[in-house]
Nanobody, 124 residues
Framework: VQLQASGGGLVQAGGSLRLSCAASGRTFSSYAMGWFRQAPGKEREFVAAISWSGGSTYYADSVKGRFTVSRDNAKNTVYLQMNSLKPEDTAVYYC??????????????????WGKGTQVTVSS
């Protein structure tokens, strides 16, 4: 699976962005998909994940209620809608794919596939 993330940018605090991750290669719908982020000097951290069917989602506590992960298997694309953005959301965001069920995603280690990151910068 090849993953290509896009949609990052600069936004003011309180604003919104939508990230997209287009997949190609193996059967996209066989994998749980999700997002991680990495701020400067910090370890990559889990943000959100969605099951292969889209029926289950899982979020880090820090983004719960503000971010929404979704997917369109017909378009081989997963999305991350980010609302009420805060300066602490500033990071490079990476999409990932794995056979691990979405509700079990915790660590970035061991994920099967990664896309190149997209920068999100939230100004105060």
């Amino acid at each position: 699976v090849q993953l290509q993330a896009s949609g990052g940018g600069l936004v003011q605090a309180g604003g919104s962005l939508r990230l997209s991750c287009a997949a190609s290669g193996r059967t996209f719908s066989s994998y749980a998909m999700g997002w991680f982020r990495q701020a400067p000097g910090k370890e990559r951290e889990f943000v959100a994940a969605i099951s292969w069917s889209g029926g289950s989602t899982y979020y880090a506590d820090s983004v719960k209620g503000r971010f929404t992960v979704s997917r369109d298997n017909a378009k081989n694309t997963v999305y991350l809608q980010m609302n009420s953005l805060k300066p602490e959301d500033t990071a490079v965001y990476y999409c990932a794919a794995d056979t691990l069920p979405a509700t079990m995603w915790r660590s970035w280690r061991g994920m099967d596939y990664w896309g190149k990151g997209t920068q999100v910068t939230v100004s105060s």
